[in-house]
């Protein structure tokens, strides 16, 4: 089974900042690679995901994400956040062997004003 | 608002007792997925259904079971509860069988509380 670590519990980032998720997964095997958000008290929603090809991926809302095989990391990116980005932020990864899905235990990501 | 929607949005209940979790997916979606949210496991996957038929198990106890009705719509039944069962059961649904291509919206949750 895969492992996928997200190494910072809370990140607090200054509004127009950039800011870096980092997101570490187990095995080298194939595997596709997703971020999701989730915003307080809603479920959770899809910004980007990495099936093949190139290894930066852009998502919804200005995210980017770049694969990275040999060190096995998946890490979100965006140049400059917003208030509105403040949010829980998890990676997940899938094998092609089957249907499920493996999850991080999530970055809290605070925008301060 | 992603389109799925799940029932009751609070639970409250004690230890031993049986509840019942309902999810609609997404008009056209097939696939209906369970996770679990607690603070120490993190998000599990528990189950799928595609078009009423089990298709991918994850780390579901005996205790829970699931099902998926001719309407599409699913049930989640967690029995003889215990206070580690608190947590946030999420729904999500897809278009297809769930191969990794697939794009899985989520639904706003069930908090369970169990006392």
């Known amino acids: 089974a895969q492992s996928v670590t997200q190494l910072d519990s809370q990140v607090p980032v200054f509004e127009e900042a950039p800011v870096e998720l980092r997101c570490n997964y187990s095995s080298s095997v194939s595997v596709y690679l997703f971020w999701y958000v989730q915003y307080p008290n809603q479920g959770l929603q899809l910004l980007l995901k990495?099936?093949?090809?190139?290894?930066l991926v852009k998502g919804i809302n200005g995210f980017e994400a770049e694969f990275n095989k040999s060190q096995t990391s998946f890490h979100l990116r965006k140049p400059s956040v917003h208030i509105s980005d403040t949010a829980e932020y998890f990676c997940?990864?899938?094998?092609?062997?089957?249907?499920?899905?493996?999850f991080g235990t999530g970055t809290s990501l605070t925008v301060i004003p | 608002d992603s389109g799925v929607t799940q029932t009751p949005k609070h639970l409250i209940t004690a230890t031993g007792q049986r509840v019942t979790l309902r999810c609609s997916p997404r008009?056209?979606?097939?696939?209906v997925y369970w996770y679990q949210q607690s603070l120490d496991q993190g998000l599990q996957f528990l189950i799928q259904?595609?078009?009423?038929?089990?298709?991918a198990k994850g780390n579901i106890l005996e205790r829970f079971s699931a099902q998926q009705f001719p309407d599409l719509h699913s049930e989640l039944n967690l029995s003889s509860l215990e206070l580690g069962d608190s947590a946030l059961y999420f729904c999500?649904?897809?278009?297809?069988?769930?191969?990794?291509?697939?794009?899985?919206?989520f639904g706003p949750g069930t908090r369970l509380t169990v006392l």
């Open positions: 997940a990864v899938s094998e092609d062997t089957g249907n499920q899905f493996y």
């Open positions: 259904y595609y078009n009423g038929e089990e298709r």
């Open positions: 008009s056209g979606d097939l696939s």
């Open positions: 999500a649904s897809s278009v297809g069988s769930g191969t990794y291509t697939d794009t899985q919206y």
């Open positions: 990495y099936l093949s090809g190139s290894t």
